[in-house]
C-alpha cells in the first residue's frame, strides 16, 4: 500500500559497495531504503547495528526494531516518521536539525532510542531545547507549589504541619478561603495606611500641641496605631511560619515590611524618652525622617499584585537596556551642558554659571520637561538647545521599545505557565479518579499525586511525564514546602521522570 520510498540521500555516493548493502525500514508507515555504508558512519547508532542482522539470531533482532519481516528483510519501527526524517540526517551531513512543529522534549526521546548523542545537535536547536526545558523546570516549579499549598507535606507532623498551615494561610490567598480574606484585609490595610500617612499632612487636619507645634490628628494616630499592629502582626506570624528565616529576613519585599513598621516603633521609644530627648535638634530630624520612612509600604502593594511582580520581573531582566539609557542620557548630558556653558557664559545675564550647575539644565531639556527655570539666551545656545532635546528623544526611544518587548513576553510567558500548571492539576486530579476506580471496592487507595501527559496510547516513548507516575511502583510524594532547587537542571532531573 505504501510502496517503498527512496529516500532522496539513497545515491549520494554513486558507488556499487553502497548499493550492495541495503537496509529497508519502516517508520510509522513510511518505507526507506537506507544504505550500510552510510550507516556505518556511526556504527554506535542503532540503525548501524541493522547491517549485520543476517548475523543475528531473532532474539536480537527483535531487541532492535519492533517487528521484523523475515521474507522482504524489512524493519518495522514504532516511531514518528517525521522526527526520522531529521534522524536520517546525520548520516548524510554530520548534523541533526529540528524542524518546526516537533517537540524538542520528544525529539530527544526519539534521538535516545536511535542510540543518537546531544552532541550532534546543530546548535541553534540546542538553544532552542534549552528553553523548552527551563520552561519545563518552571512548570515543574509552578505544580510542586499548587502541591503543596493543596495537600501540603504528607510527611509533617506536629509543629511542621502546623507551620505549614500557617505559612500557606499568610502567604497563599488562593490555598482557601480564610487566606483570601486575610490577604483581602491586608490589602486594605495598606491602602488604609497610606491615605492616613497623606491626610495627615493636610494642615486643616492638624491640631497644635500645647508648644503651638502642629502634630496629626488624634484619630488619624489611632488609625495608624491599628494599621502598625496589623502590619507587625502580619510580619511576625510570617517570619515563625517561614521554612527558610534568613531566606526570609533578607527577601527584598521583607524588608520593605520591615522597613514600613520600624519608624512607629522607634519614634514610640524616643517619645517614651521625654520631651528632653524629643527637644534635642537631631533627635527631632530623625523623627522626621523615619516618618517619611512610611512611604515605604506604598511597595508593599507588589505582595498582592502579580501586576506589580511581572513589571519587577520584567525590569530585572532589562538591565542591559536600562543600562545604555543611562549611559546615553549620561553622555549627551555631559556634552550639551558643557556646551551650553561654553556658548552661555560670556553673556551678561547667562543663567548658566558652570557645567555641573548646567546638568540640570541638560537633564530637564534631553527628558523634555523644560521646567523654564534655566535657559540659553543666545543663538548658539538655543540651537544647542534644539539638537539637545532631540538627542534626548532618540536615546530614550531606543532603549524603551526593547524594555516594553521583555515586558510583554515576560507576562505573556507567566500566562502561559500559569495556564500549562492548572492545566497539570486538573489531569492530575483525573488520573487520581481513574486510579481510584480501577482500585479494588474494598480497598481505598490514597493517591498524593500522579503523572500527567500520559500519551503512551498514541506514540510509544513520546509522552512527556512532567511528574513521575505512582503506578509503576513505588508513589511520589508530594514535594515539601522545604524542597528548592539550585538550577532548572535540578528541577527537571526531579520533577521529568
Same mark, same amino acid.
Given at each position: ?138 512548570? $515543574? ?220 539644565? $541638560? ?110 511502583? $513505588? ?23
Amino acid at each position: 500500500m505504501w510502496g517503498i520510498h527512496k529516500t532522496r540521500y539513497a545515491d549520494c555516493n554513486g558507488s556499487e559497495a553502497s548499493e550492495e548493502t541495503e537496509i529497508v525500514v519502516n517508520i510509522g508507515g513510511v518505507k526507506q531504503v537506507l544504505f550500510g555504508d552510510v550507516l556505518n558512519r556511526f556504527p554506535d547508532t542503532r540503525l548501524a547495528e541493522l547491517v549485520d542482522c543476517s548475523l543475528k539470531s531473532s532474539e536480537e533482532i527483535s531487541l532492535l526494531c519492533d517487528d521484523y519481516d523475515p521474507d522482504t528483510g524489512e524493519f518495522y519501527f514504532d516511531r514518528d516518521p517525521e522526527a526520522f526524517k531529521c534522524i536520517i540526517e546525520l548520516y548524510y551531513y554530520g548534523e541533526i536539525h529540528m524542524k518546526r512543529g516537533i517537540c524538542p522534549i520528544c525529539f530527544m526521546k526519539e534521538m535516545e532510542f536511535w542510540k543518537i548523542g546531544s552532541e550532534f545537535l546543530d546548535d541553534c536547536c540546542k538553544c532552542h531545547l534549552k528553553e523548552v526545558e527551563d520552561e519545563l523546570a518552571e512548570i $515543574a516549579e509552578k505544580v510542586k507549589t499548587i502541591l503543596v499549598d493543596r495537600e501540603g507535606d504528607p510527611t509533617a507532623a506536629g509543629w511542621q504541619r502546623f507551620q505549614m498551615c500557617l505559612w500557606r494561610l499568610m502567604e497563599k490567598p488562593e490555598s482557601s478561603l480564610p487566606a483570601h480574606i486575610i490577604a483581602i484585609a491586608s490589602f486594605i490595610f495598606i491602602l488604609v495606611s497610606s491615605v492616613v500617612m497623606c491626610v495627615g499632612t493636610i494642615p486643616d487636619l492638624q491640631v497644635e500641641d500645647s508648644e503651638g507645634n502642629l502634630s496629626e490628628h488624634p484619630t488619624l494616630e489611632v488609625i495608624e496605631t491599628v494599621c502598625i499592629g496589623w502590619f507587625t502582626i502580619e510580619y511576625f506570624l510570617r517570619l515563625i511560619s517561614s521554612p527558610n528565616k534568613i531566606k526570609f529576613v533578607l527577601a527584598f519585599m521583607n524588608i520593605i515590611d520591615f522597613m514600613a513598621i520600624i519608624p512607629f516603633f522607634v519614634v514610640l521609644i524616643l517619645t517614651s524618652f521625654g520631651a528632653g530627648v524629643m527637644e534635642l535638634a537631631n533627635v527631632q530630624q530623625a523623627v522626621q525622617a523615619l516618618r517619611i520612612m512610611r512611604i515605604a509600604r506604598i511597595f508593599k502593594l507588589a505582595r498582592h499584585s502579580s501586576g506589580l511582580q511581572t513589571l519587577t520581573s520584567a525590569l530585572k531582566s532589562s538591565f542591559k537596556e536600562l543600562g545604555l539609557l543611562l549611559m546615553y542620557m549620561g553622555v549627551g548630558v555631559f556634552l550639551f551642558s558643557a556646551l551650553g556653558y561654553t556658548m552661555e557664559q560670556n553673556h551678561p545675564d547667562t543663567l548658566f554659571t558652570s557645567i555641573p550647575q548646567s546638568f540640570w539644565w $541638560a537633564v530637564i531639556t534631553m527628558t523634555t520637561v523644560g521646567y523654564g527655570d534655566v535657559y540659553p539666551k543666545t543663538t548658539l545656545g538655543r540651537c544647542n538647545a534644539a539638537i539637545s532635546f532631540l538627542c534626548g528623544v532618540i536615546a530614550i526611544a531606543l532603549p524603551i521599545h526593547p524594555i516594553i518587548n521583555n515586558f510583554v513576553l515576560f507576562y505573556n510567558k507567566q500566562q502561559v505557565l500559569e495556564t500549562a500548571a492548572k492545566h497539570e492539576i486538573e489531569l492530575m486530579a483525573l488520573r487520581s479518579g481513574d486510579g481510584e476506580q480501577e482500585a479494588a471496592p474494598g480497598a481505598h487507595k490514597h493517591i498524593c499525586g500522579a503523572g500527567v501527559w500520559d500519551m503512551r496510547s498514541c506514540h510509544s516513548d513520546t509522552y512527556i511525564p512532567l511528574l513521575k507516575d505512582p503506578r509503576g511502583g $513505588a508513589g511520589i510524594q508530594t514535594p515539601s514546602m522545604d524542597t528548592s532547587f539550585e538550577s532548572t537542571a535540578e528541577a527537571t532531573e526531579y520533577f521529568i521522570s
